[in-house]
């Protein structure tokens, strides 16, 4: 876990801490609730497979599917980036 961690997961959450410290981004939320967000947003509805099938007759794992939740999470959790980078000013999420 600690070599997962270490290689892995802290160089993504450093690079998050670094945008919002940076105050290029105002979330209004601590690095910690943001990066915890963006990941349960983006792998939730593939580890929860079944479940969603049962609840929603949606095949989390069919290629359209995919596409489509890449792209709402982009939009729901991303879109104030792009906002700000098109902008060149301070964007606020909140």
Do not use: N
């Not at 160089?11 to 801490?17: F, K």
């Not at 879109?79 to 980078?85: D, E, I, Q, S």
């Amino acid at each position: 876990m600690r070599w997962l961690v270490d290689r892995h997961v802290k160089p993504l959450y450093s690079a998050i801490v670094a945008v919002l410290e940076s105050g290029t981004l105002d979330l209004g939320m601590s690095p910690v609730y943001f990066f915890y967000v963006l990941t349960g947003a983006v792998g939730v509805i593939f580890h929860q497979a079944e479940e969603c099938k049962r609840l929603t007759g949606v095949d989390p794992f069919d290629p359209e599917v995919i596409e489509e939740h890449g792209r709402v999470v982009e939009r729901l959790l991303l879109g104030c980036v792009a906002v700000t980078r098109s902008s060149h000013r301070r964007a606020s999420c909140r």
